[in-house]
């Protein structure tokens, strides 16, 4: 697992979690719904060996969880799992992703869309700040130091100012 250069730096945390690429491409299928090892592997088209090594991993962290409430009916060789809270919370992240992904491309070219399931519009997601619903990836927000910041972190970001 990747260490984190400056511990208290919330990207530097966020990679440490994500570590490698496949956290996030097993995450996206589970949170997509296909949540048997079988279904999982079919889709990633990775072998039994790796998936549940990869698997086992994710659980160790905390993202993926077996689903002890799935229906039994594929038996104990085909287990299920299911994002965690923590796992979840990255849900955000894949749907940004994908959209920053595909915005490179045009219309036409692109694989996968995020759509509205009752219009089956496509959507493109952005991340707003929750309080003010005001767009942050603007001019006018910037990263500050918290009141936790280490020496690392307080030499590279500034203070925040209090609201004007």
């Known amino acids: ?13 966020s990679v440490e979690i994500i570590d490698r690429w496949w956290t996030l491409e097993i995450l996206h299928v589970v949170l997509c719904g296909r949540t048997r090892f079988s279904a999982i592997r079919r889709d990633l088209e990775t072998p039994a060996d790796v998936l549940a090594e990869r698997i086992a991993e994710l659980t160790e962290k905390g993202l993926l969880e077996a689903d002890d409430t799935a229906d039994d009916v ?16 990255l849900r955000p992240v894949l749907l940004v992703m994908a959209a920053f992904g595909n915005h490179r491309l045009a219309p036409e070219d692109r694989s996968v869309i995020l759509v509205d399931e009752e219009t089956g519009q496509e959507v493109d997601p952005v991340v707003v700040d929750r309080a003010t ?14 009141p936790k910041a280490g020496e690392q972190v307080a030499a590279r970001y500034p203070e925040a100012r209090a609201g004007r």
């Open 133 to 146: 619903g005001r767009r942050i990836d603007t001019a006018g927000f910037a990263f500050a130091r918290g």
């Open 1 to 13: 697992m990747t260490r984190a250069r400056i511990p208290d730096c919330p990207l530097a945390r």
């Open 74 to 89: 594929d038996g104990p060789d085909d287990p299920a799992h299911r994002a965690t809270a923590l796992g979840r919370s």
